[in-house]
């Protein structure tokens, strides 16, 4: 979807400027796994009008293959805006009949989901229309593809109840769930990381996010728990698909649990540090040394380089 949001970091009715650009889950993770060196392409579709434009133009720019989007000549492209603040924002959807909500599960045919080495897909979409439900459960179903879903529980997006079956039907087909642990207690009632899994316990690698306390995995290799970095929080859109990013680059690159959730922490530390959806990918090796760092040093590390600094030999913060 086309995004406005506040140019400064004001609320958005005493915003003198806003900034357009592009934003929506899946492109979002698309946009941060291009910034992490992976190849990366996403598929949706966008109206014939200047937002549609904006959209392709700005995901293109983030190094993403937009080959596979159609521009639909009958539908407009979906427009949000945020209105920003660090506990928690404020969106403002004009999305009903977007182009995006026309997609069907003959998209899953799409030869760049064949050869995909993971398809992304949360449960935004299944929300949209009854075409755009059919084509993620055709995702999530298919035995050839390995699937990621992101729950991303849009109350405003399910007027008419069901989202609690729907979602946790959905996550059973998935090969890689990421759900937050606050999220999953509205949904389902569960309180604890353990909870989720008792209810998802087939999932082969199942993440939930605590916010500031961590994000643990499940998966054949027992139960990893990584804690949270310290960060100042400008505002929170866009961390949990910037975590998602993070955590399928290290599974891309073979990293273990314990580095799968380093790498999200580290993606979405960033972006809580940006008003907008995205933030800049970082430089060549500037979280190797987070990466790496003891167990014991791992908050200090990434929260320093979160920070804009840097840690010791001895582990002091520089």
Known sequence: MALLVPAD????????RLALTAAGAESNVACA???LGHRAAWLSAVGDDPFGRVVVRAVAGRGVDVSAVRTDPARPTGLFAKDPAPSGSTVHYYRAGSAASALGPEA????LVRGAAVVHVSGITPALSPECAAL???LLADPALTVSF?????PRL????GAAARLLELARLADVVLVGRDEAEALWGTATAEQVRALLPTVPRLVVKDAEHGATEFGAHGRTHVPSPRVEVVEPVGAGDAFAAGYLAGGLRGL??????????LCAGRVLRELGDLAAPPEAGEWDEALRAPRERWVEAASAVLAGGRVSERGSTA
């Open 150 to 154: 992101d729950v991303n529980h849009r």
């Open 9 to 16: 970091p004001l609320p958005l009715d005493a915003a003198p």
């Open 256 to 265: 273990d649990a314990a580095g799968r959730l380093r790498l999200g922490h």
């Open 33 to 35: 796994l291009a910034g």
């Open 136 to 138: 993620t459960e055709r």
């Open 158 to 161: 399910w007027p008419r109840g």
């Open 108 to 111: 899953a045919d799409h030869p």
